[in-house]
Structures are given as structure tokens and as C-alpha cells.
């Protein structure tokens, strides 16, 4: 009430509770957000009746200006390719409609991702489908899986807090990938009869020779993969990655999305896979939309080993199985399999990802920095102390390090947060190394520059690294426990193998009680030898127990250079992160990517 000139006038209560208009804005961009990355997947709040959503970039002429999304409950996805410049972006869902201005300045880096599509010595280009009205456009699925893929990585790395760091592609003028058709030398049938790690090393020097380029990785999809109906067993068709490639079979490409228009029915799309009529890889699901997404998945897992990652622990992780669940980024919820239920409501937590300590290494990787890494200085550089420390040094500073158990990730840290430069030096404790499930046997390290070293730990201890037997000898009547020899006979002995030691024509060296440290997993690291010759009874041998080798050093921020890491197998098994002369791969070949029905069975 107001008193007014005598007079009391009752006032009007102020409106209360009422509802903001609804809004399409995007939960995951901001207005004017600067994007490095063609392709970006808006999710936001959408009216609880919304069943469609259209996303319309005014600023692009190109066939994708206008794309479909999903609206389910509230909740709404929406992808929209980015032309360079101001994009501005229009949200439609019935009656609602928001306006996001996003601003897309493509990566100045010389480090990318290829794309290559690989024929045998004929330049056949077709894939295998079960679909007679397939367009066989390869280049069209390529595209649009590559850039999916490329997009998924900036998402799921956001929602991680380390940035929109993804890996960045070779365009045409028209935002196309450029898909480089390569032709083999060999018929189909000679490349059919190579095992896995023959194909993968052949394939590896063909792009070398044939499409040279510094600082690539390259993803070369094969296009003679066949799948044989009468055998049942697929032909020219696998998923290895290492060093500078990550090969596939074609077998599952037909169930991939051609355009980027396609990509959100496609991960809804439950029509049966026959497993007797194609190559099965969807771990159980045997539709479209399982099948998409495990290949799919595996593509990217194998990327994941040419970006230098090894396995880690986590299930939902891109380096495990993680990768079958791709789909969850790009659905509301997810179709039944072949063998039917309900769809599957999920939190996006369930969905693929990489986990912290796969997507801590891509953002120190250079093929993760926009605009490349910063010039000069000497990589990083791991060294072991007497008390069974590890110290992680770089002029640059430490990015990332990473505890490695059988291959596998199990541990890390990394340096990222806040505006601080990161530590030039990191000390590792011996508690630090001793993990629970076991001792860690291997340390990654990666620095601001990208470039990274990799070394097997080591610990103190005092063992034999080599000896010779000397030709004097001893009877030795019990096998079960060593001789008794007095201090005279000793000498003798000693006094025989150490003049040998002088002999090069016997290749004798000095053998003796080293003072050195031990290799867990593979015997020690000699250092040299501080007390007298000891040698033992027997002929005259060499035995060599020295291990000091080669360690996994790499200053490219990737595995050593022509070398596979390991193939994506239904039992998931692989080599980690270490040099090896060769790529283990124990399935048959087979079973390439697929998971066996009682794993995609299995409670999640």
C-alpha cells in the first residue's frame, strides 16, 4: 500500500517465478569461442517436448550448412561443420531458436594425420558391402570419419579440462580430408597370404617410398579386404597401429556414415549384421550401429599407438575396449543389439573416452599443438639414482610422466594446470615405482616440446652380468649344491680365466661380481665391474647376461619408426610402449578387431 496525497492506493505485487525463455545455446561453447577444428558437437537443454533439432550455418555455402540433430528428453546433440572466419551458427527445435557465433582458425602445425586409401597392384577402389545399393564412396566415408573421430578427441579431451587439443588433418580448399588413393604392387591374393606384422612392415615402407612427408601419421584403410562367405574367415583385414601408421581392413566400412548428415542415424541404426554374409567386428552388437562404432573405434585406438600410447587400465578408456562405446558420444541413448532388450539410457561418464593418463599424453604430443611445437632444444632424458629413484629432466620442461607395467599405463602425472611453466625436473621415489598389483618396469616421459623418452626402470643391486668358464676345472660330484673350493684352488682358477681375458682370439672380457643395477623384468644394466675376477667351474664359455641393450628412447613423441605396437585382438592383447623387432600379435588372423559375444555380453 502507498499513501499519496490523503489517499491509499493498493500497488500491483511484482511478478514472481517466472520461467527464461527456452534456449537451444549449447552447454559446451561459448559465444565467440575461438575453434581449431572443422567439425564441433554443440549438446544443450532442448524443450522437453522436442523431438528434432536442425543445425544452419549462415555463414557456409557447402552442402553441410544444414545438418540434423538429435532431441530426446530434454536434452539435445548438434553438429555443425566450421568454414575459416566467423561462423555464425542457428539452433532450431520447433518453435525455439538460439543463435552461437563460433569462430573456426585452422591449425598452422606441419604435424598431421593422413588419410590413405590403399588398392592392390589392380587400383580396384571398391570396398566389400552386403548393400546393393551402396554409392561406393570412400572418400566420402573417410572424410566423415576422420573428422568425426577428430572431433570426438577435442570433445572428450574438453571435457577433461585440457582444451580442445585434438590431432589435425590434411584438407583440400574445400574443408574436404584428402584422401591420397594408393596403389599397391602386389596382387590381392600375394598380400592375403602375409601375416599381420609382413603386411603392416610392407605397407609401412610403400608409403614411405611412394608418399614421403615429414611429420605425419598416417591412416591407411585397405580397400581389397574380403571376406570370404564359404571359409568365414576375412582376408586382408586387421587393426595395427605403431610408429608413423595405423593400418585397417575395409571390412567394416560400408557401416560407416558418408556424410556428416548420416552420422547420428547411423549410430542409431539397428539393422541386423549377418556375420555369415560380412566380417562381424561390432563385439556382439551385429548391427550397423555396433559395428560403426567398434571399427570406428579401433581406427582410433590405433592412432592412439602411432600417438605413442600404450594400453592403460581403464574400461571406458579409447587404449582399452573403451572404444565399443564411441557411439554413446553421439547418441541420447543407445539401440538394443541384434538379440533385442530395451535401448540404454547412459550418462555421458559411460561413454568412450581417453582416460587421464592416455589424453595427458596427446595434449604434450606436437601432433596435438595447433600451431606445432616450440623450436630447438635437446628431448627429455630419464636417469635412475643408487637409492632406486627415477629423475624425469627437460631443458623445455616436464610435461608428462607416465608408469608403465607389462606394456600397460597404470600410472602418471602431468603438468598442465594453471599458468605456471611446467618443472624442468621430476623425482620418482621408490614408492612412486612401487605401485599396488606390482613394481612399475617402465618410465614415460614427455615435455613442453613433444618430445619424449622412454626408458625400462632400474634399481641397485649386485648381480653377475657376464663371465667366462675357465678351462681349469674341478670335479663337481652333487649337481644339487656347488662345489667347496679352498682359497688355493680359487686362485688357480681365477688366475687361468683372468689371463684368458687378454686372449681376443677366445673372446674372453673381464667377468666378475658387478656392482650394478637390476633390470626387474630382464636382468639388469651392467656398470662396470668393481671387484676382482670370480670364476666358476666348468668348460670355457662365454655367457652373456649382460642387458643393457636398447631402451625405448624416442624424441619424436611417438614408438621408434617402423614398428607396429600392437593389434587390436578379441582377448585385447598387446605389446606397451617399447621397442621391439617385431609387433606381438597372438590371435589369429581372424579375429581382428571384434570382442568375443560373452565380453559384449558381459555387465558393463
Known amino acids: 500500500l502507498l499513501l499519496l496525497g490523503g489517499l491509499m492506493l493498493a500497488s500491483a505485487p511484482l511478478p514472481t517465478g517466472h520461467a527464461a525463455p527456452p534456449t537451444l545455446l549449447p552447454t559446451n561453447y561459448a559465444d ?3 575453434v581449431r577444428h572443422p567439425v564441433v558437437l554443440l549438446r544443450g537443454p532442448a524443450p522437453t517436448d522436442a523431438t528434432a533439432l536442425l543445425s544452419t550455418n549462415e555463414s557456409s555455402t557447402r552442402a553441410t550448412r544444414a545438418l540434423p540433430g538429435l532431441a530426446r528428453g530434454g536434452r539435445y546433440l548438434a553438429l555443425a561443420e566450421l568454414v575459416p572466419g566467423e561462423n555464425r ?3 532450431r527445435a520447433g518453435a525455439v531458436e538460439s543463435r552461437l557465433r563460433l569462430v573456426y582458425r585452422p591449425a598452422t602445425t606441419g604435424h598431421r594425420v593422413r588419410c590413405i586409401y590403399l588398392t592392390d597392384a589392380s587400383g580396384d577402389t571398391t570396398y566389400q558391402t552386403p548393400r546393393a545399393d551402396d554409392p561406393q564412396d570412400a572418400p566420402g566415408r573417410l572424410d566423415t570419419a576422420m573428422k568425426l573421430l577428430q572431433c570426438f578427441t577435442a570433445e572428450r579431451m574438453h571435457d577433461l579440462g585440457f582444451g580442445r587439443a585434438t590431432f589435425h588433418l590434411e584438407l583440400d580448399r574445400d574443408g574436404r580430408v584428402d584422401v591420397h588413393v594408393l596403389r599397391g604392387e602386389r596382387p590381392a591374393a600375394d598380400e592375403y597370404a602375409l601375416d599381420d606384422q609382413t603386411w603392416w612392415r610392407q605397407v609401412a615402407d610403400l608409403v614411405a617410398r611412394k608418399l614421403p612427408a615429414p611429420n605425419v601419421k598416417n591412416v591407411v584403410v585397405a580397400a581389397y579386404t574380403r571376406f570370404d562367405r564359404t571359409t568365414r574367415r576375412v582376408r586382408g583385414h586387421t587393426a595395427l ?3 608413423d601408421l595405423g593400418l585397417f581392413g575395409s571390412a567394416g566400412m560400408f557401416a560407416w556414415p558418408r556424410r556428416l548428415e548420416d552420422v547420428f542415424a547411423t549410430f542409431a541404426d539397428t539393422t541386423p549384421v549377418d556375420g555369415t554374409l560380412v566380417h562381424d567386428d561390432s563385439a556382439g552388437r551385429s548391427t550397423v550401429w555396433g559395428l560403426a562404432s567398434t571399427t570406428l573405434g579401433a581406427v582410433l585406438h590405433e592412432m592412439g599407438h602411432a600417438f605413442g600410447l600404450p ?3 581403464d574400461p571406458l578408456d579409447v587404449m582399452t575396449r573403451g572404444f565399443d562405446r564411441l557411439n554413446r558420444v553421439f547418441s541420447l541413448v543407445e539401440p538394443p543389439p541384434r538379440s533385442g532388450g530395451p535401448p ?3 550418462p555421458l561418464e559411460q561413454a568412450a573416452a581417453f582416460a587421464p593418463v592416455s589424453a595427458a599424453a596427446l595434449r604434450a604430443s606436437p601432433w596435438f599443438q595447433a600451431d606445432g611445437p616450440p623450436p630447438g632444444g635437446d628431448g627429455p632424458a630419464i636417469s635412475f639414482g643408487d637409492d632406486g629413484s627415477a629423475t624425469c629432466s627437460s631443458a623445455a620442461g616436464v610435461r608428462y610422466v607416465a608408469l608403465l607395467r607389462g606394456g600397460d599405463a597404470v600410472g602418471h602425472r602431468s603438468f598442465w594446470a594453471g599458468a605456471t611453466a611446467p618443472p624442468r625436473e621430476v623425482v620418482l621415489s621408490p ?3 612401487a605401485l599396488p598389483g606390482g613394481a612399475v618396469d617402465t618410465v614415460r616421459v614427455i615435455d613442453d616440446r613433444g618430445a619424449s623418452a622412454t626408458e625400462r626402470v632400474v634399481v641397485p643391486g649386485r648381480f653377475v652380468t657376464s663371465w667366462h668358464f675357465a678351462k681349469t676345472t674341478h670335479p663337481w660330484p652333487d649337481p644339487s649344491r656347488f662345489t667347496a673350493l679352498d682359497a688355493r684352488a680359487l686362485d688357480r682358477m681365477a688366475a687361468d680365466a683372468g689371463s684368458r681375458n687378454e686372449d681376443a682370439r677366445d ?7 658387478a656392482n650394478a643395477r637390476r633390470d626387474p623384468s630382464r636382468g639388469g644394466l651392467q656398470r662396470e665391474p668393481r671387484s676382482a675376477p670370480l670364476m666358476l667351474v666348468g668348460a670355457w664359455e662365454k655367457i652373456d647376461f649382460d642387458h643393457r641393450g636398447r631402451s625405448a628412447r624416442d624424441r619424436s613423441g611417438s614408438l621408434a619408426e617402423r614398428q607396429a605396437n600392437g593389434k587390436h585382438e578379441e582377448r585385447g592383447d598387446f605389446v606397451g610402449d617399447e621397442v621391439v623387432e617385431r609387433a606381438f600379435a597372438d ?5 581382428r578387431v571384434g570382442l568375443l559375444d560373452r565380453e559384449a555380453q558381459a555387465p558393463a
Open 32 to 34: 565467440g569461442e575461438v
Open 89 to 91: 551458427l542457428v539452433l
Open 241 to 243: 597401429g605403431g610408429g
Open 431 to 433: 614408492a612412486d615405482l
Open 311 to 313: 594400453h592403460s587400465t
Open 587 to 591: 590371435a589369429d588372423v581372424r579375429e
Open 344 to 346: 540404454t539410457e547412459f
Open 507 to 513: 673372446g674372453g672380457q673381464e667377468i666378475g661380481i
